[in-house]
């Protein structure tokens, strides 16, 4: 897969990890990003993982990882399902990515990084016909009082339907909902990853989960394929080359 970005610069590349020395590559932007120290950040499941390095010049600017797999009913493999009970899932049809761990170092430009990272998904997702693409999307910081107004936005227009969104499984959740005073700036407290996919039509659960370990509050975040705007799917389509 090669992915280009298709203006002038920053000039971008995206390409799959190669081997564990890439591996630790993204495992140590990851503890940059998260935690804000050296360092390497790792689980099981990056053994199971594929990795996606965006680079520029040969430096590693982003990363994130994916998980495919065959239907909903293998959803517990997944690090989500750890999170939130995935059952209403559990009979969806068609092959699921699981994007997770994404980041982006400093000194990037969020917005061109996010646009490569997504037209390289597109690319994956119609080479495997995949039907949804799901993860847990975090905001920085676990006292969810801080993140009054966003979770409030997200409860009332972004909350997923009936029958698909998942149910409580963590001990530490919190409801979405509250007033929207200012949607507009409720919108714009969201992470620039999960206004991209609820620009994508995506949407979310109705409860947030409080991570204190990654210092993080994170929805369940889905985005059904069939439902992409035709317009965002063709732009994405065509950063892939």
Partial sequence: MNVAYDTQPPALTV???????????????????????????????????DHLMIEQDGVLRATLRTLMVENGRDLDRTLTAQSYDLSPLRDYPAPVLEIGRFCIGPGALDAHVMRLALGALAGLVDRAGIGLMIGCTS????????????????GRHHVGPDGMRPLRAATTTVPLGGQVADRRRAVASLPPLLRSYLGLGGWVSDHAVIDVAMDTVHVFTCVEVDRIPAARASALRRLVV
Wanted: contains cysteine.
């Fill in 15 to 49: 390409r799959a990890a190669a081997g564990p020395v890439d591996l630790l590559a993204c495992q140590t932007l990851r503890h940059r990003c998260f935690f804000g120290t050296g360092g390497c950040d790792s689980d099981a499941h990056d053994a199971v993982c």
């Fill in 139 to 154: 905001l920085a910081g676990s006292d969810p009082a801080r993140h009054a107004a966003a979770l409030a936005v997200l």
